[in-house]
């Protein structure tokens, strides 16, 4: 196996794993007066992420004002050899709200459930929660110091990115 390859088997198994491993996604909001940072439990399915989340929350009438996301997953701090250089994911999303009589709820709700916990019961009988989608657009995977890839979407093909010289 070359470097080369070696290096995008590599990455397509961070990618992964960031996906599959990571239980909340950070969030950036456009607010009324400027962007806002925030988190939610996520479940990823069918290549979108999927949230649920308090209209008492700002981020929720953010996202009903303007569809549209900033998210990272990002490896944990415990487990980084170095806090400059955390293996990471961020993806610009379009966003839509899945209602409750629409047929692809009722399995995201299943997933979150089975992700998230018996929590998510008592989630579901507040009257304030809401689902969303998060439609990743593009996106980028950075692996330490020097390692980026772009996320082409629909199907997370990753691309190297060659240093500027």
Not at 11 to 25: G, I
């Amino acid at each position: 196996m070359s470097g080369q390859q070696q290096e995008d088997r590599q990455a397509c198994e961070q990618l992964d794993h960031l996906l599959q491993s990571s239980k909340t996604v950070q969030l950036a909001t456009q607010g009324d007066i400027g962007p806002e940072a925030s988190y939610s439990p996520f479940v990823f399915s069918r290549g979108s992420l999927y949230i649920f989340v308090s209209q008492l929350a700002s981020h929720t009438l953010n996202l009903m004002r303007s569809p549209v996301a900033g998210v990272m997953l990002i490896e944990d701090e415990a487990n980084s050899r170095n806090l400059f250089a955390r293996n990471r994911i961020t993806l610009q999303c379009h966003v839509c709200e899945i209602l409750p009589d629409d047929s692809g709820y009722e399995p995201i709700m299943v997933l979150y459930r089975e992700r998230h916990g018996p929590t998510v019961d008592l989630l579901r009988t507040l009257p304030d929660f809401r689902l969303f989608r998060l439609i990743p657009q593009q996106g980028r995977l950075v692996m330490g110091f020097g390692r980026a890839f772009i996320i082409e979407m629909p199907d997370f093909r990753l691309q190297p990115i060659a240093p500027a010289t």
